[in-house]
């Protein structure tokens, strides 16, 4: 039997930010409204540690709720944690804290509070679930909100709404398929082409890309960021492609991604403004995940989960500080040097150091977990496997390309202080601390990552002996 | 009482140990904003230093006492997975090769640190100085102690940081931090194949400790049990990062763009230190270099070529730090030949006594008119004009051409631009041009906003 949280976690740290969703909604008045979003955030990123903490405790696979109220109206366990989500839903409720923190006063009334929680909530959610429909409807119910923010804006949202059409459009086909086909291979085989086909384009896989540049175009940066930086996608291909496809597909999908990695990296070195080069370099970075992801062997596997950890905070660092320059000064052009390091030092030194985390730089949380990636990449291709490198070199070209151009090169004069605030300070004094702290200190999560790899194969191997075996989550729950 | 082995372990854990903390505290207080002054910085740093070379020079009198060649000190894995056989060990070795390289480098960073003190006084960047020096100084002593490849990649890397953001230290103006662009790029490739011959040698011979790698034997006298071939794989790829490292042809390019750097850490990074690492690691791995007689041909050509080169571009440069520059490549263009040759401690010798007199060449640049006006009132003439005989020889077209070459600096960031970065610059635009094409069909609009942005949206007119 599954064992149970001592606290309902899970339902708390999803019920907050969507009850919260609901009260800023209703308040209305901007500076209120963020304040409260703060606060909801803030208890919904403690919920979300608590899970952690309870169950790291229980030292076991997987757990569910206690009083679990879903599984007690429908007899199935919808949310539950495992050694996957346990530190992604933490992580996931932090960028959202920290992107809410960060939002100038100035920016609130481009950027909805109420929609940001509601995403919250969704993602918290999405990652408390494993393979189901509720998933499914999870994954295509978190494209609602940026697109409801473009058509409010007045953007074209063509490009956005084909590919997340073809992506919603995919997922319900492929994993019907799925569920229609237990038992066929050449069913069992399609749907996972096609539930692959629907991963790969909600992580921006070449050539599924264009939507995300688009998006960042489009939307405002603290939405486009939200929507990117927790990998969904990744997160995706972990609950739907990697128990069902065989390995041969999973080395494919790998290719793929590092051909994206590397292709990222590329145009991330060409990119002439701020919010298209920190996409690009997302890309990059999500693609080197999946590459990890998809090798399933335990060091490549387990690097993978660790530079996810690293990706997601050094990136929503990164993001956060371009978002806190372009809320001062407008869209930032990488077309010329801007030199402001004179009057924004801490937003300099903090870029530097989340543009470096990104890249694996020593003393940073990537380090060890991009050395554990590109080892477990060139254990199964010594060759392309390499490629891993070069796109890490590419990235760090790119970071400090960018650190350049925007904090060096002239002596601009600014009448008023373009200094960080105090949130903004917290924000940055927060995700310094966990990314040289988890540089420092790397054996735990290392060894946590490595556990949940090992976990993670051995399951898959279940359900790969067990050729008509349903989904774990699909288990119906003993009454 | 402390027995010999303790007091090894305890002078190698501080000799590391100082730097790093004093990365710590300068760290520190500039992501908290806490000013600290000028004094306080330079006590720190000058304290940090000495804290390092005293206990080194401890380990080298206890060496020489006891007559051991080879202390490894090891503080325990900071990372692994036992299962697959994952580990990162910091492990530091003190033997014949890193201690007088690592008492070498503390010495340099010392001087350079006091000198510094006065020269960039009540300068706006003093405290960055600093940071930057302190990264600097803690990655070159990690380097030259490391026991294992991971621990050397992992000084190698902030070395090749605080060195590119050291040429870009005056970074109001354009030009030092193009410049920087440039010397992170080629370090980056550098370190990339630096990664991947580490990452080579893991797999080949199951070793990432240099001790277990070169066997029974101590440095210089230690032999790896590869194969030629496998050494040649290797090697090739930790000569690619020395040559990005040392500057070495073709990436000489970036050596005298390194000098807009203030002229300290000209000194100590391009003139003395980094500029030796890429040659360090060749002699750190020397058992590769014996393993395949391949391996040391092209060593032995990449040196002559780079000294050759040096020299010819030394002589025709129109300021007196790219003229050193240059003149450091030659001496460690021949370095790397010595080492290809197998005149490991000639080659030794060699770095120390060219990272000392650089040093001081470099650091009385600033002041070479002044010196010369000096001894000339002294001698009560005008210094005579040194000619080179030889050149006489040489008829004047060959003469002209040598010299363009020279100017030109061999043409070779010309080449490395043309060949390199343009051919990557434009596929990647015409990537770029054809993802617009696709985003403005799929929108029937133009579909990217950025087209509009200007440049310097942050003039203080437009600050919002």
Redesign the interface.
């Given at each position: 039997m599954m064992p149970e949280l001592h606290f309902p976690w899970l339902e708390y740290s999803i019920l907050t930010p969507a009850l919260g969703s609901i009260l800023v909604w209703w308040i209305g008045d901007r500076r209120s409204a963020q304040n409260w979003s703060i606060v909801v955030c803030a208890i919904a990123l403690l919920f979300a540690l608590g899970e952690w903490v309870d169950f790291s405790v229980l030292e076991s696979y997987e757990a569910h709720d206690h009083w679990d109220f879903i599984a007690f109206l429908f007899k199935q366990d919808v949310f539950v944690i495992d050694e996957l989500s346990a530190p992604l839903l933490p992580l996931g409720a932090l960028i959202y804290l920290v992107t809410v923190l960060s939002t100038l006063r100035?920016k609130a009334g481009r950027f909805s509070f109420a929609w940001a929680l509601a995403s919250e909530s969704i993602l918290l959610a999405t990652l408390s679930c494993r393979a189901s429909w509720v998933l499914v409807g999870l994954l295509i119910a978190a494209t609602i909100p940026p697109w409801i923010e473009m058509r409010r804006r007045g953007r074209?949202t063509?490009?956005y709404t084909?590919h997340m059409g073809l992506f919603s459009g995919l997922l319900l086909i492929g994993y019907s398929m799925f569920q229609l086909g237990r038992g066929s291979e050449t069913l069992g085989l399609m749907s996972g082409a096609i539930l692959s086909a629907a991963t790969l384009l909600r992580s921006g896989i070449f050539p599924f890309h264009?939507w995300t540049?688009?998006l960042f175009?489009?939307a405002t940066f603290g939405t486009a960021m939200l929507f990117l930086t927790p990998l969904t996608g990744a997160y995706a291909v972990m609950r739907l492609v990697l128990p069902i496809a065989p390995d041969w597909a999973l080395h494919m999908i790998a290719i793929v991604s590092l051909f994206t990695a590397v292709?990222a990296s590329?145009?991330a070195?060409?990119?002439?403004?701020a919010?298209?080069f920190f996409c690009y370099l997302l890309l990059s970075n999500a693609s080197l995940v999946l590459v990890g992801l998809e090798l399933v062997t335990?060091?490549g596997l387990?690097g993978a989960l660790c530079v996810w950890l690293s990706v997601g905070l050094s990136l929503t660092g990164f993001g956060v500080t371009l978002r806190s320059i372009e809320s001062?000064?407008?869209?930032?052009?990488l077309?010329?040097?801007?030199?402001?390091?004179?009057h924004m030092?801490?937003f300099a030194?903090f870029f530097l150091l989340t543009g470096?985390a990104s890249i694996g730089?020593?003393?940073t949380i990537g380090?060890?977990a991009m050395?554990?990636l590109?080892?477990g990449a060139?254990?199964v291709y010594?060759l392309i496997g390499?490629v891993v490198?070069?796109a890490?070199?590419?990235n760090?070209?790119a970071v400090?390309?960018a650190y350049?151009r925007i904090?060096?090169?002239?002596?601009?004069?600014?009448?008023?202080s373009?200094q960080a605030r105090f949130s903004e300070r917290i924000s940055i004094?927060l995700l310094?601390v966990l990314i040289v702290g988890g540089g420092l200190v790397?054996?735990p999560s290392?060894?946590s990552r490595?556990h949940a790899a090992i976990e993670l194969g051995r399951h898959r191997e279940v359900s790969e002996s067990q050729d008509s075996s349903p989904l774990p989550s699909d288990v119906i729950k003993q009454p | 009482m402390m027995d010999l082995d303790g007091m090894f372990y305890w002078f190698g854990l501080v000799v590391v140990a100082a730097p790093c903390g004093l990365v710590a505290v300068l760290g520190f207080s500039a992501l908290v904003n806490l000013p600290l002054s000028e004094t306080t910085i330079s006590r720190l740093t000058q304290s940090a230093v000495l804290m390092s070379l005293l206990p080194a020079i401890g380990i080298l009198l206890l060496m020489i006492a006891t007559g051991r060649r080879y202390v490894p000190i090891e503080f325990g894995d900071w990372a692994s997975i036992p299962e697959v056989h994952f580990h990162f060990r910091w492990k530091f070795i003190f033997d014949r090769l890193s201690v007088p390289f690592a008492i070498l480098a503390l010495v340099l960073c010392g001087v350079v640190g006091s000198f510094t003190r006065r020269y960039l006084h009540r300068e706006e960047g003093y405290h960055r100085f600093f940071l930057l020096y302190s990264l600097f100084v803690a990655g070159i002593t990690i380097s030259a102690l490391a026991g294992t490849i991971e621990t050397l990649f992992f000084g190698w890397e902030l070395v090749g940081l605080s060195s590119a953001l050291l040429v870009a230290y005056f970074h109001e103006r354009e030009h030092p931090v193009r410049n920087g662009q440039r010397v992170w790029s080629v370090y980056r490739l550098a370190d990339a194949s630096f990664l991947l011959g580490a990452l080579l040698m893991h797999h080949l011979t199951g070793e990432g400790d240099f001790g277990s790698f070169v066997g029974q034997g101590t440095w210089p006298d230690g032999s790896a049990a590869i194969s030629s071939l496998n050494a040649l794989q290797i090697g090739l790829l930790f000569l690619l990062a020395a040559a990005g490292k040392s500057a070495l042809v073709p990436f000489s390019g970036w050596l005298p763009r390194a000098m807009e750097g203030p002229t300290p850490s000209s000194a100590v990074f391009y003139g003395s230190l980094s500029v030796h690492l890429g040659a360090y690691l060749l002699l750190r791995v020397n058992p590769i270099l014996e393993a395949s007689w391949q391996l040391q041909i092209a060593v032995v050509a990449l040196g002559l070529i780079s000294a050759l080169f040096g020299s010819i571009m030394s002589r025709v440069q129109s300021d007196v730090k790219s003229s050193l520059a240059y003149a450091s490549l030659t001496q460690v263009g021949i370095i790397v030949a010595e080492i290809g040759f197998g005149f490991y401690y000639l080659a030794l010798i060699h770095i120390m006594g060219h990272a000392c007199l650089r040093t001081l060449q470099l650091l009385r640049a600033p002041t070479l008119l002044s010196d010369y006006h000096e001894m000339e009132n002294a001698i009560g003439m005008r210094l005579p004009d040194s000619k080179d005989r030889m050149a006489g020889l040489l008829p004047i077209g060959l003469k002209r051409w040598w010299y363009r070459f020279g100017y030109e600096r061999g043409y070779m960031d010309l080449i490395l631009d043309s060949w390199i970065v343009e051919p990557f610059k434009l596929v990647f635009q015409w990537a770029d041009r054809q993802e617009r094409r696709w985003t403005d069909w799929l929108s029937r609009e133009p579909s990217r906003e950025s087209d509009a942005i200007e440049p310097h949206r942050e003039s203080a007119e437009r600050v919002a």
């Open positions: 100035t074209c063509r490009v084909i264009c540049t688009d175009e489009k292709y590329g145009m070195l060409v990119q002439t403004e919010r298209r335990p060091i387990a001062r000064i407008g869209r930032v052009s077309n010329d040097y801007h030199g402001l390091y004179q030092p801490r030194g470096l730089f020593p003393g380090f060890i050395e554990l590109v080892e060139v254990e010594p390499s490198v070069i890490s070199a590419l760090g070209i400090l390309h350049f904090f060096t090169g002239r002596r601009p004069i600014a009448q008023i373009l004094l310094t790397p054996g290392i060894a490595y | -």
